[in-house]
């Protein structure tokens, strides 16, 4: 079964810095990764949709990478604001039917 | 183009009451996923339709949970009887064609909470 685990939980930085968020899953046998952002009481917006056959996705100040091989991705967030504050949640798309699998999410606050 | 919309976006419960929520997909979208989040838990599968078939519906407690959605279009998640650990966010998903490779599009959410 696809375990899909992220880290840090939780991260603090200021405003202005650069970022990375860390996912990792147990099963390479992906068809895509997607990265989620969740504000409170929210539900969940798509950030980026990345192949299997891809390496990397980039829109504005994000940029998402996969290496399956090594069952990981990572979510790079350049120039943080106060903005980006929210859970962020990565989740594989397994072979067979099109369901997701999702990490427990990183809640990130970026202080001003 | 309209998001996927959900009903009600909040509902408290005691035990043991019955519970309905209704989500609307993008227009034209085949494939309708039910999710349930617990808090500080990532979303979970509950039930996945391809149309008005079920595709997976492995991690659904059917002892008290039942979904349908009899024209392919909207559909309803039921609970009966509710129990405490079922308070939870109920997120609807949707996508085109249902293919391993779409991009799952979500609702807002209800948020459900047992007493």
């Known amino acids: 079964k696809q375990e899909v685990t992220q880290i840090p939980a939780a991260l603090s930085v200021p405003e202005g810095e650069n970022l990375v968020l860390n996912c990792s899953f147990t099963?390479?046998?992906?068809?895509?990764l997607q990265w989620f952002r969740q504000d409170p009481g929210k539900g969940l917006t798509s950030l980026l949709l990345?192949?299997?056959?891809?390496r990397e996705q980039t829109s504005g100040r994000l940029n998402a990478s996969l290496d399956k091989s090594s069952g990981r991705s990572t979510l790079y967030i350049a120039a943080s604001q106060p903005g980006d504050s929210a859970t962020y949640l990565c989740?594989?798309?397994?072979?067979?039917?099109?369901?997701?699998?999702f990490g427990t999410g990183t809640r990130l606050t970026v202080i001003p | 183009e309209a998001g996927v919309a959900q009903s009600p976006r909040y509902k408290i419960i005691e035990k043991r009451q019955s519970v309905a929520f209704w989500c609307n997909p993008i227009s034209g979208h085949a494939t309708l996923y039910w999710y349930q989040q617990i808090l500080g838990q990532g979303p979970k599968l509950l039930i996945q339709f391809q149309n008005n078939g079920v595709v997976d519906d492995s991690q659904l407690p059917k002892d008290r949970f039942s979904a349908e959605r009899l024209k392919g279009v909207d559909s309803t998640l039921k609970i009966q009887p509710a129990k405490l650990e079922d308070s939870a966010v109920y997120l609807c998903?949707?996508?085109?064609?249902?293919?391993?490779?779409?991009?799952?599009?979500f609702g807002p959410g209800t948020r459900l909470t047992v007493t």
């Open positions: 989740a594989v798309g397994g072979t067979g039917a099109n369901n997701l699998f």
């Open positions: 990345i192949q299997s056959s891809q």
């Open positions: 099963d390479s046998a992906i068809y895509n």
């Open positions: 998903a949707s996508s085109s064609l249902g293919l391993a490779v779409d991009e799952q599009y």
